[in-house]
């Protein structure tokens, strides 16, 4: 069984940094694609950054220029560095793999990572 596993979520003060990492486990494939998604209080779910394996790289607009997506040297593994954070940035964030064949029409989620920016 496939399971996506986030750390690095906290507490900081706005300004200030944190690294996200997600670890795939029970993976017999490597993913092409992986991203990370956040969700705030009253919020939909919105993706924040992807990357796939060849190393293509994609932003929301709000975190252009601040958080940089990358890929493991480890099978399976993405960071979200996270930089000059705000206290709009405040989420739960989740890290997001879809199926290699499949694509989206299976995808995988991890359970989820909570970051807090205070002001």
């Known amino acids: 069984q496939v399971q996506l596993v986030e750390s690095g979520g906290g507490l900081v003060q706005a300004g200030g940094s944190l690294r996200l990492s997600c670890a795939a486990s029970?993976?017999?494939?490597?993913?092409?694609?992986m991203g990370w998604y956040r969700q705030a209080p009253g919020k939909q779910r919105e993706l924040v950054a992807s990357i796939t394996s060849g190393g293509s790289t994609n932003y929301a607009d709000s975190v252009k220029g601040r958080f940089t997506i990358s890929r493991g040297n480890a099978k399976n593994t993405v960071y979200l560095q996270m930089n000059s954070l705000k206290p709009d940035d405040t989420a739960v964030y989740y890290c997001n793999a879809p199926h290699p064949l499949l694509g989206y029409a299976l995808e995988y989620w991890g359970k989820g990572t909570l970051v807090t920016v205070s002001s």
């Open positions: 029970g993976s017999i494939f490597s993913f092409n694609a």
